[in-house]
């Protein structure tokens, strides 16, 4: 339980109520005779299918870490092959940032793909030299940051002093506008995008590998950092009943201007390093809405609220994309019997996804594994393994 | 900059940009009144309330090009079509409500937001594969001559039309919350849940109906679009959007202030549009509602919420 207030929270154990709420209504419609044999099939195939989507996760997190090691133990990896793995650490990035403001402060943010949009063409803007002098990369990786940082903060002074509600809806409004502005801006390049100076240093792709991998660090660690510090519980606070964590004194708005700021400038981040690993970008690029749909439903299928969620959810999901993208025999067949192309329909599986974790499991795979209390098996198996082998 | 002075002196002085900024705010109008009518009682906002729009138009397209006989299609099939829209969206706007949103509304208004935002995506990629992200507009012969002299200013038809409808379908929505039983039901339970039930109204059917009453608003509301401009699959964000400035402008969940933030909104993206550029008309309307947030955060009708 002490656990679980550490990491989940409250939005966490409310989704947990709902979710035993809708399954008990569920069980309670079955007739008595088949309720036990429902609760057998059901819940262990939830569980199975869990299991599944985690040990996925995971197998894309163990690729990660052989890639940083394998050109040191004589296995060099092509160029192409990271290109799926640093999508996916961008994407953690994505994700993760988004928790901080729609997971731990319950601030749903639909345009959070704003600030990479502003992160691209911070980049773009600097070191092609529209507005000011041309500066090099590392400067204007640090700018994007920071413009979305303000950007954030004075957009968050309006939007964040109302309720959650006009905040979601907002932040969609942020999102059109933003790429609305850049696509008519002489600076930017206008609509049909732009092309920046291609990176100097070798091994590009090696390098964005480990660029996006250092941020996905700093990111969980922030990420980790303000779940445990005293402006953490605030944000939960905040989340949880805001009357009464402004009556406790903690300055609601501040907290949540501050968290969105955050976010933004992780987000933007990651919009830096895009862009300058594309060379090429345009604002459909740059402000892609799909993205955006991408990085709450990571978060969400991994479990919002806690550190590992968006990690498991960005790796599986993308994992995932690329299966339905690319194709492969499952996958035509069964668009053969749909009378689809499922290439362009991963989208519409995206959604459905969304729909269904929202119903079914809204903690996530994370959030439900622990209700059906898997890793506390593991864990007491652990230790039971442990305390066999000393004594 | 200096130029922008007077290019917005001449838009606010011609009549034609501001007749027909009022005509669409008409139409933004009959357009959020299904979102504010839906956020106001139900509680929920329909993030899919856009793709309801864009289903709407293309019921009527299909409608229409199923009955008709000629590449122009006459009136009376154009009305058909958004009869049968009204229809079967509503039916689905019901259905929606009754089988997903109600399953969670109760728990947390942060999972309806997730909710209708996937319905939403469901529905207009569903709508790409099927029919393509080509742009495409319904073209009935309207009744009459093409264009309309009007204070000087000259108003295509198409407009002209669409405005009336959307004014008849605001007046009508509004004596049907007014004088109808299912009405006074929506009215009751938006006012006190728990009292509504005690004098035995089915809370349930009536949040279905209300999602059901504005989806079918909403799906002619998308005809009309798709008859006056043009629509496509993905064209329901950015008039999610438009109904979501237009209702904190106008006030939350009454119809009054629908129609008045539907025109103001009209007016200032069209004044927008003719100053600056028609592609950044969606940016404008919004950074106004930013601008009018940070002056009047509770809309122009409403009070000062006590805290």
Redesign the interface.
């Known amino acids: 339980m002490e656990r679980d207030e550490l990491e989940g929270g409250g939005?966490a154990r409310?989704?947990s109520?709902?979710s035993q709420?809708?399954k008990r209504a569920i069980r309670e419609s079955i007739p008595e005779p088949y309720r036990d044999g429902y609760n057998r099939v059901v819940g262990g195939a939830g569980t199975v299918l869990g299991v599944l989507v985690l040990l996925a996760a995971v197998l894309v997190l163990l690729r990660t870490a052989f890639y940083v090691v394998a050109p040191y133990v004589g296995m060099p990896v092509t160029g192409s092959n990271y290109t799926v793995t640093t999508r996916i650490l961008q994407f953690i990035v994505l994700a993760l940032a988004w928790d901080l403001i729609g997971g731990q402060t319950?601030y749903?943010s639909?345009g959070n793909i704003a600030f990479f949009g502003v992160g691209v063409y911070t980049v773009v803007v600097l070191m092609k030299g529209t507005l000011v002098g041309t500066v090099g990369f590392p400067v204007a990786f640090f700018a994007a940051g920071v413009v979305a940082l303000v950007y954030a903060a004075v957009?968050g002074?309006?939007?964040l002093?109302?309720s959650?509600?006009?905040f979601?809806?907002?932040t969609?409004?942020?999102l059109?506008?933003?790429q609305?502005?850049v696509?008519?801006l002489q600076q930017t390049g206008g609509?049909s995008g732009v092309t920046l100076p291609l990176p100097t240093f070798g091994s590009v792709d090696r390098t964005f590998f480990l660029l996006f991998l250092a941020l996905a660090l700093v990111t969980g660690a922030v990420y980790w950092y303000v779940m445990r510090s005293r402006f953490g519980y605030g944000l939960n606070a905040v989340r949880d009943d805001e009357?009464k964590a402004?009556a406790m004194g903690i300055n609601a708005a501040r907290y949540k201007i501050t968290v969105w700021g955050i976010s933004a400038f992780l987000t933007a981040l990651a919009g830096a390093l895009f862009a300058y690993q594309n060379s090429y970008v345009s604002p459909g690029v740059a402000f892609n809405?799909n993205w955006t749909?991408l990085m709450?439903l990571m978060a969400?299928v991994g479990g919002i609220g806690r550190l590992w969620g968006p990690v498991v959810g960005a790796s599986f999901l993308w994992a995932l994309r690329n299966r339905l993208w690319s194709g492969g025999p499952v996958v035509a067949a069964v668009g053969n019997v749909l009378g689809?192309?499922l290439r362009?329909?991963y989208?519409?599986v995206?959604?459905?996804?969304?729909?269904g974790i929202?119903?079914g499991a809204?903690n996530g795979i994370l959030g439900y594994l622990d209700d059906k209390g898997v890793f506390d098996a593991v864990r007491s198996r652990v230790a039971d393994t442990r305390g066999g082998s000393s004594s | 900059m200096t130029a922008i002075i007077p290019a917005l002196a001449q838009a606010l002085t011609d009549p034609s940009v501001l007749i027909n900024g009022f005509l669409i705010g008409g139409v933004y109008a009959a357009m959020a009144i299904g979102f504010t009518m839906i956020w106001g009682v139900v509680g929920v906002i329909n993030l899919a309330q856009g793709d309801f729009l864009m289903l709407g138009a293309f019921s009527t397209w299909l409608v229409v090009g199923a009955i008709s006989h000629s590449s122009t299609s006459s009136f009376g099939t154009f009305v058909v079509g958004l009869l049968v829209a009204m229809a079967v969206v509503g039916v689905f706007g019901y259905l929606v409500q009754r089988l997903l949103v109600n399953r969670i509304m109760r728990v947390s208004k942060f999972l309806t937001l997730l909710l209708t935002f996937g319905i939403g995506i469901v529905l207009r990629e569903s709508a790409q594969l099927i029919w393509s992200a080509t742009p495409r507009s319904i073209n009935p012969q309207v009744p009459g001559p093409s264009n309309y002299g009007f204070l000087g200013a000259t108003v295509p038809a198409e407009r002209l039309l669409i405005f009336l409808v959307a004014l008849a379908l605001t007046v009508i929505f509004y004596v049907f919350l007014q004088r109808t039983r299912t009405g006074r039901s929506i009215r009751a339970a938006s006012q006190n849940e728990q009292a509504a039930q005690l004098v035995g109204i089915d809370i349930d059917h009536v949040y279905g109906v209300t999602f059901g009453v504005s989806a079918a608003v909403v799906a002619v509301t998308g005809g009309l679009i798709g008859m006056a401009f043009s629509f496509q699959p993905l064209m329901g964000n950015a008039y999610t959007l438009k109904s979501f400035v237009v209702v904190v402008m106008g006030g939350l969940g009454s119809v009054g202030g629908a129609l008045v933030g539907g025109i103001l909104l009209g007016l200032i993206e069209h004044v927008g549009s003719n100053v600056w550029s028609a592609s950044i008309a969606d940016a404008i309307g919004f950074t106004a509602l930013v601008v009018f947030l940070l002056v009047r955060p509770y809309g122009l009708f409403g009070q000062p919420e006590e805290e």
């Open positions: 939005i409310a989704l109520r709902s709420r809708t319950g749903a639909f957009l002074y309006a939007l002093r109302l959650g509600h006009y979601a809806v907002a969609l409004g942020v059109v506008a933003t609305q502005y696509a008519n609509g009357a402004r809405v749909v709450i969400l689809v192309s362009g329909a989208l519409v995206f959604g459905l996804l969304l729909v929202v119903l809204p």
